[in-house]
């Protein structure tokens, strides 16, 4: 049979084990990347913002938002 359909079955076969030994180096290196944590930022160079800000801004933000929402719908606080 090899001889009269040109080894078709064959290279068939040989294709889809060469395709499942890429999808297993794949997984394999993806399993490694994800095993290694990024660095911290401080070990790269990169100092840390503090976003923290006091309670009487985070209520202006908040009024302003809330304003900002009402406006755009057309809707009444």
Same mark, same amino acid.
């Given at each position: 049979?090899?001889?009269?359909?040109?080894?078709?079955?064959?290279?068939?076969?040989?294709?889809?084990?060469?395709?499942? *030994?890429?999808?297993?180096?794949?997984?394999?290196?993806?399993?490694? +990347?994800? =095993?290694? /944590?990024?660095?911290?930022?401080?070990?790269?160079?990169?100092?840390?913002?503090?976003?923290?800000?006091?309670? *009487?801004?985070?209520?202006?933000?908040?009024?302003?938002?809330?304003? +900002?929402? =009402?406006? /755009?719908?057309?809707?009444?606080?």
């Amino acid at each position: 049979v090899q001889d009269i359909d040109g080894s078709y079955f064959e290279s068939f076969t040989a294709l889809a084990w060469k395709q499942e *030994n890429q999808r297993q180096s794949f997984l394999q290196a993806a399993e490694t +990347t994800v =095993a290694e /944590a990024p660095p911290h930022e401080f070990e790269v160079g990169i100092s840390p913002i503090d976003y923290s800000m006091p309670q *009487n801004e985070k209520d202006k933000l908040y009024v302003e938002m809330l304003y +900002t929402i =009402a406006n /755009a719908v057309g809707g009444k606080i």
